[in-house]
C-alpha cells in the first residue's frame, strides 16, 4: 500500500531557515559564486536588498528521504505477524526467516509469480507427462513425472515450487514438503473505481467496493448486484452452477476484483471477492446511505390539475414517492396490490409503469424489473388473507432462493379499513413495510399499521379525489418523464367522480364517452382475466403499446361490455323490487344470486350499479340492494349513507358475522348466509330511519 506520509513517492518536503539570508529575507551582500544559480528576478532582488535564494520569506524548501518508507513509496504490513514493513515487502525479516507458503489469488497473473518461491497449489488432472496443478483459476503449471515421488489425486492441496517460467508462459513445478508453515495470499494491487467509471475500463482488471443488494443463482454463473454511491453493477461469478461466495449475503460490504465486460449493460467477471468489516465497510455504507438519501428524493413537477385537497396531502405523497425510488435503488421489491376495477387498475398501472422505467434507467440488471416491481390484483375491496398468503409466501421464497429483501408493501384503491388488518399485521410479523394509497372512508386504527396512508378524507376531502388520482399524481413524483393523464382521466370516469377532478377528463383530449369505453374494457378484460394482473394486455388498453391496436381492442372489450351488460341489465329489472320507505328514500332490492348469471360479466357489484344508475333517473333518493346467500352491495344517490357505520351497527346489533365497509355511499358487506334475512331486514330499518 502507498505510505501515507509520502504519498507513495518516496520523498517529502521539508522547509527550513535560508542560510544565505540567516532566516531574515534580506541581504546586504551575497555571494558571487551563487550568481550563476540564480535567475534574472531572484539577481534583481538581491540589487534591492532582499534575499534571492528564499525569496525574502526566509525559508526554503527541500526535499528528503521518507523517512516511513526509507523511500521505497510504500508500507506494508506483515501478512503474517502484521508488523509495518517497509520496502514493499509482504513480510518482515523476521517471518521472511519462517516456513511460509503463498497461495495466488484468482486477480493474480503470470507477471506475479516469482521464481523459487512457494506456493499452495490444487491438483486439477493427473496426466501420462505428470501432474498438473492449479495456482489459481487463471494459472496452471506442470509437475513432470520424473519429479514425482508420491501419488496424488486429483483435488488434493499441495506445496510446489516454481522452478520456471518458459517463453511460450509454461510454469515448471516441483513438490515441496513443509511441517507448520504459515499461509501469504497475494493480491494484484489494483485501482479502485468507483462504479460509476466502469466504462473506462473496459477489458481492464479493476477493483470496486459496495454493498451487495441482490444476489441470484443461474444454471450458469451466481450473478451479484453491487451498488456504491455512484451507482450499481452486476457482478457474475463462475462456480460450475453451484453458490459462488456462499459466504457473501444481500447487505454485506465488499471488495470485488474482476474484468470488466459488456453483455447487454457494463458488467463484472469476477475473480475474486472478499466480505469488508470495521471501519473500511462503515466508510462505504455511509457513503451509499447519504448518497441513496440524495437520489431518492421525489421529482415534484406540479400537480396536473389545481386542488387545495393534493396540495395539503403532497408531503405524504412526496413521502411515499420518496420511499418508492429508495426501493428501486436499493434492489427492495415492491408489490403494488389493487383493487381490480378501473380505479384500481389505473391507480397500480401508474405506479408500475413510474417504478419499471425508473428500474430499467438505473438498475444494473436487465432483468430486475421482473422481480423487484409485481403488480397483483384483488377481487375483494380489502387486502384479503387469500392475497396475503400468496404474496408472503412468494416473498419469502425469494428471499432463501436470491436472498431478496423482505418487499414493500403498496396497497391502491383498498387498504383503508378495519378488514384490511388481519392481511398486514401477517406481513408485518416478517418485516416488511405496508403503504395505503386508497379513497375509502379510513378506519382510525388501520393508521398504526402503515408506513404511510395516503387518503383524502384525511385532509378533508372526500372519495371522488380517486386512488388513480393520487397513484397518478405519485408516479409523476417518482419518474415525471411518462405521461399519466389518461390513467387519471380513465379513473375519474370509472369510479364516476365528480367536481374538480373533472378537469383531469379535460387533459386527456378525449371525450367522456370515450374514457368510459376505455374503462369499460378494462373491467370486462379485468373480470376474465381474475387474479392475473396482466400487465400486457392493460399497458395495450391504456396506450402504452401500438395506437391502432389499442384503439381496436377497445372497441371490441367495450363493445362484448355493453352487450353483457344490456342482457343482465334487461332480466335483472324485472326482479327489482322498489319500496317507498316512510322517511321518502325510494329503497331497490335485487337478488343477484337469482336474477343473473354466475361466473359470467358483469359481476353483482357491477350489475348493481347498472341498475342502481337507470333507477335514479327515476328517483331522487334512492338506495339500491344486491344481495347474494352471503353478501349485499349497497349504491346510493341523494341520502347521506355511513356505510362503514352501518356495518359496525349490524355487527353490534346481529349476530352474523357483518364484516365490509367502503365509500360513505358505496359499499359492500359480507355475513353468515343462514342470517341473510335479518341482516337484510335490519339493514333496510336502519335506511328508513336516516
Known amino acids: 500500500m502507498k505510505c501515507k506520509r509520502c504519498g507513495g513517492k518516496g520523498v517529502i518536503e521539508i522547509e527550513e531557515s535560508c542560510k544565505t539570508c540567516g532566516g531574515t529575507g534580506k541581504s546586504k551582500s551575497f555571494d558571487p559564486k551563487i550568481t550563476s544559480e540564480l535567475s534574472k528576478d531572484q539577481f534583481e532582488m538581491f540589487l534591492k536588498g532582499i534575499c534571492g535564494v528564499c525569496r525574502g520569506s526566509g525559508k526554503i524548501k527541500k526535499l528528503e528521504i521518507c523517512p516511513e518508507c526509507k523511500g521505497s513509496g510504500k508500507v506494508n504490513i506483515c501478512k503474517i505477524c502484521g508488523e509495518k514493513v517497509v520496502g514493499g515487502h509482504d513480510l518482515c525479516p523476521n517471518c521472511r526467516r519462517k516456513p511460509h507458503a503463498y497461495l495466488l489469488k484468482n486477480s493474480c497473473g503470470i507477471e506475479d509469480i516469482r521464481l523459487n518461491r512457494i506456493y499452495v497449489g490444487k491438483v486439477f488432472a493427473i496426466t501420462d507427462i505428470g501432474v498438473f496443478v492449479n495456482l489459481n483459476k487463471r494459472l496452471r503449471g506442470l509437475i513432470h ?26 510454469i515448471d513445478l516441483v513438490l515441496e514438503k513443509m511441517d507448520d508453515y504459515a499461509v501469504v495470499e497475494v493480491s494484484k494491487d489494483l485501482p479502485y473505481i468507483k462504479i460509476s467509471e466502469l466504462e473506462k475500463y ?6 470496486i467496493r459496495g454493498k451487495v443488494i441482490h444476489v441470484k443463482l443461474t444454471a450458469g454463473p451466481t450473478v451479484f448486484t453491487i451498488m456504491d454511491e455512484t451507482g450499481g453493477v452486476n457482478a457474475v461469478a463462475f462456480e460450475g452452477g453451484e453458490r459462488a461466495y456462499p459466504e457473501i449475503d444481500v447487505e454485506d460490504i465488499v471488495s470485488v476484483v474482476g474484468i470488466v465486460k459488456r453483455r447487454e449493460k457494463i458488467q463484472i467477471e469476477v475473480l475474486e471477492m472478499e466480505k469488508l468489516l470495521g471501519e473500511k465497510a462503515y466508510l462505504i455504507q455511509k457513503a451509499i446511505r447519504e448518497e441513496l438519501e440524495r437520489r431518492s428524493e421525489p421529482i415534484f413537477t406540479g400537480f396536473l390539475i389545481e386542488s387545495e385537497i393534493l396540495e395539503r396531502l403532497k408531503p405524504d405523497m412526496m413521502a411515499v414517492a420518496k420511499e418508492l425510488r429508495k426501493a428501486v435503488f436499493e434492489s427492495r421489491p415492491i408489490i403494488i396490490r389493487h383493487h381490480w376495477d378501473a380505479d384500481g387498475v389505473c391507480g397500480g398501472v401508474a405506479l408500475e409503469k413510474a417504478l419499471i422505467d425508473l428500474v430499467e434507467k438505473y438498475h444494473p440488471d436487465p432483468e430486475a424489473k421482473y422481480y423487484l416491481i409485481r403488480r397483483r390484483v384483488s377481487r375483494a375491496p380489502f387486502y384479503e388473507l387469500e392475497d396475503v398468503v400468496k404474496d408472503l409466501d412468494e416473498s419469502l421464497e425469494d428471499m432463501d432462493r436470491h436472498g431478496d429483501k423482505i418487499p414493500l408493501v403498496v396497497l391502491v384503491d383498498n387498504g383503508s379499513g378495519i378488514e384490511d388488518i388481519p392481511a398486514i399485521r401477517q406481513f408485518l410479523v416478517f418485516g416488511a413495510d405496508v403503504i395505503t394509497i386508497d379513497h375509502h372512508y379510513p378506519d382510525e386504527e388501520i393508521d398504526s399499521y402503515l408506513l404511510y396512508h395516503v387518503n383524502p378524507y384525511k385532509v378533508g376531502g372526500d372519495s371522488n379525489y380517486t386512488a388513480g388520482i393520487l397513484s397518478v399524481e405519485i408516479a409523476r413524483m417518482i419518474n415525471p418523464d411518462i405521461d399519466l393523464r389518461l390513467l387519471a382521466g380513465v379513473s375519474v370516469i370509472g369510479d364516476r367522480a365528480e367536481g374538480e377532478v373533472e378537469k383531469y377528463v379535460e387533459l386527456t383530449g378525449l371525450s367522456r364517452e370515450e374514457l368510459k369505453d376505455i374503462a369499460l374494457a378494462i373491467e370486462f378484460e379485468g373480470f376474465y382475466l381474475r387474479f392475473r394482473p396482466s400487465s400486457y394486455i392493460m399497458h395495450e388498453i391504456l396506450g402504452f403499446g401500438r395506437k ?12 362484448y361490455a355493453k352487450e353483457a351488460i344490456e342482457n343482465q341489465v334487461r332480466t335483472a329489472m324485472e326482479g327489482v323490487r322498489i319500496q317507498e320507505l316512510k322517511n321518502g328514500i325510494v329503497l331497490a332490492a335485487l337478488d343477484v344470486e337469482n336474477y343473473a348469471k354466475k361466473f359470467t360479466f358483469p359481476p353483482p357489484g357491477k350489475l348493481t350499479g347498472e341498475i342502481h344508475d337507470r333507477l335514479k333517473e327515476r328517483f331522487e333518493r334512492i338506495v339500491t340492494i344486491g344481495y347474494g346467500p352471503d353478501f349485499a352491495i349497497i349504491r346510493s344517490e341523494g341520502v347521506e349513507l355511513d356505510i362503514p357505520q352501518l356495518v359496525r351497527e349490524l355487527q353490534r346489533d346481529v349476530n352474523a358475522g357483518v364484516e365490509g365497509g367502503g365509500h360513505l355511499v358505496v359499499g359492500s358487506i359480507k355475513f353468515i348466509p343462514a342470517k341473510r334475512k335479518e341482516v337484510l331486514s335490519r339493514l333496510a330499518s336502519k335506511i328508513g330511519s336516516l
Open 145 to 170: 513425472k520424473r519429479n514425482l515421488d508420491e501419488n496424488l489425486k486429483e483435488d488434493d492441496t499441495v506445496l510446489v515450487k516454481v522452478t520456471n517460467i518458459r517463453p511460450n508462459g509454461e
Open 202 to 207: 473496459l477489458g481492464k482488471m479493476v477493483e
Open 548 to 559: 391502432d391496436r389499442q384503439k381496436k381492442l377497445i372497441e371490441m372489450l367495450s363493445s
